[in-house]
């Protein structure tokens, strides 16, 4: 079973301030992905990277498949960035996700 | 397009009690998934559907059972609800892809459910 470890678990900046967020899961994997949870519950889909980088306005996602790690930025982060993000390891196939506990990230104004 | 839609949003039942909640996709997706999200914990798998009339247990199937009797949907059933299976349930679809490679989950909006 893989597991999946996120930090912070928590985490407030400043407005404008660079985030990272970091993901590491213990058994290879066919791609991993980044989601985004608002207040409001839903769940939507940042990112899904299975090698290198991917860059979507002002977040990035990195992934080291040696090191079992992956990353996600925000640049400039805004107060409405604030949201539980989620990384989840991806076997492959029909699999389901295994997903980390969250980050709660609050950006102040 | 709707994507993923879950019914009902919200529920209370009494223990023991019995319900159905409903997943309904309109992308003509292949694999559907049902997980549970509970406080301090990720989310978890129940169940996951590969197609039509198949079904399989992901990581804590005990005390639900599921059917995807149309491609379009995917019940998730409480046969006796337990005090222990309150949580927020999300469905979620997603496309085998070309040679199967990966594809993106989408998520419903979750269904929030009490057990007393």
């Known amino acids: 079973k893989n597991e999946v470890e996120q930090s912070p678990q928590n985490l407030t900046a400043q407005e404008g301030e660079f985030i990272t967020i970091n993901c590491s899961y213990s058994v290879g994997i066919s791609a991993l992905h980044w989601l985004q949870q608002h207040p409001g519950g839903g769940i939507v889909s940042l990112f899904m990277l299975s090698s290198g980088k991917k860059k979507h306005g002002r977040l990035i996602a990195t992934i080291n498949i040696q090191e079992k790690h992956s990353s996600l930025h925000i640049t400039a982060s805004h107060p409405r960035d604030s949201a539980v993000y989620i990384c989840a390891a991806h076997g492959g196939g029909a699999d389901g996700l295994t997903f980390g506990k969250g980050t709660h990230l609050i950006i102040q104004p | 397009n709707a994507g993923v839609t879950q019914t009902p949003k919200f529920r209370v039942l009494k223990t023991g009690q019995s319900m159905t909640l409903l997943c309904a996709q309109d992308m003509n997706h292949e694999y559907m998934y049902w997980y549970r999200q509970d406080p301090g914990m990720g989310l978890r798998l129940i169940h996951y559907?590969?197609?039509?009339?198949?079904?399989a247990k992901g990581e804590v199937p005990d005390g639900y059972n599921v059917s995807r009797l149309k491609k379009q949907n995917f019940l998730l059933g409480l046969e006796s609800a337990a005090p222990s299976q309150t949580s927020v349930y999300f469905c979620a679809s997603s496309y085998p892809g070309i040679h199967y490679s990966n594809q993106p989950q989408h998520f419903g909006d979750g269904t929030r459910l009490s057990i007393l």
């Open positions: 559907s590969v197609g039509e009339g198949t079904t």
